[in-house]
């Protein structure tokens, strides 16, 4: 069908839709980004127990390992948002390894974390719940920004990406986290593990709703547009 043969009414939607875009920028310009978000996190986490607890800070050599364990986190954002381009999806072999190093990462910067004393179930879940609802709480915010560009993008596996957006942010709480919780053993699984896990569900779910609430968005201008037409 050539130009002469379109219907007016059909080229008059068409252009109607037509809309100039903002390209994408690379995956990496837009983790770094995240960057002062990241910055805001490890400084600011220690910085509010502190002043509200006045507990113990960790030593200086502790924050080189935060700041490792930052750039990790930026890694597996950017990771993110290459999964949330249409045609740029990461392979099982490189998710598997962004998985392994995710780990191997979170393992490797707490291993100097210290056994606590014994305590009662009681004060031991009382921990648990603060550790937890303190990295729930400032990352949430941090959240919202990856969120966005992931939802700028067309993913195809969106609850993916959601979740390697919530590892990624998870991560870089837990730089600020372990800067005043230097307690390591079943504290640091269920605790601080336990925030990351929270946060790679929350990215999932809030990346799935996002996408179901914009094709319902589409299906209602597409239904509107077919109106317009008849």
Not at 122 to 145: G, K, N, Q, R
Request: aromatic share 8%; with cysteine; charged share 10%.
């Amino acid at each position: 069908m050539t130009h002469t043969q379109v219907p007016a009414e059909l080229l008059s939607a068409v252009k109607r839709d037509l809309q100039p875009i903002q390209p994408l920028a690379s995956p990496s310009r837009r983790a770094l980004v995240l960057l002062p978000i990241g910055l805001m996190l490890v400084a600011g986490m220690p910085a509010f127990w502190h002043w509200q607890a006045h507990v113990k800070l960790a030593p200086w050599t502790w924050w080189g390992a935060s700041a490792l364990e930052m750039v990790l986190s930026l890694i597996i954002l950017a990771a993110a948002f290459r999964e949330a381009v249409p045609g740029r999806e990461l392979s099982g072999r490189k998710l598997s390894t962004l998985i392994v190093m995710a780990c191997a990462g979170f393992v490797i910067f707490n291993s100097g974390a210290q056994l606590p004393p014994p305590t009662s179930p009681h004060d031991w879940m009382h921990w648990v719940w603060e550790c937890i609802y303190m990295t729930i709480s400032f990352s949430i915010p941090a959240l919202v920004t990856p969120a966005w560009f992931v939802a700028r993008a067309l993913p195809n596996r969106p609850a993916l990406a959601g979740a390697l957006c919530g590892l990624g942010v998870g991560i870089m709480a837990d730089a600020g986290l372990r800067l005043f919780c230097w307690d390591g053993g079943t504290h640091l699984i269920a605790a601080h593990g336990g925030a990351i896990v929270l946060l790679v569900a929350l990215g999932a779910m809030c990346a799935t709703l996002v996408e179901r609430i914009k094709g319902r968005s589409a299906g209602t201008s597409d239904s509107l547009s077919a109106r317009t037409a008849d």
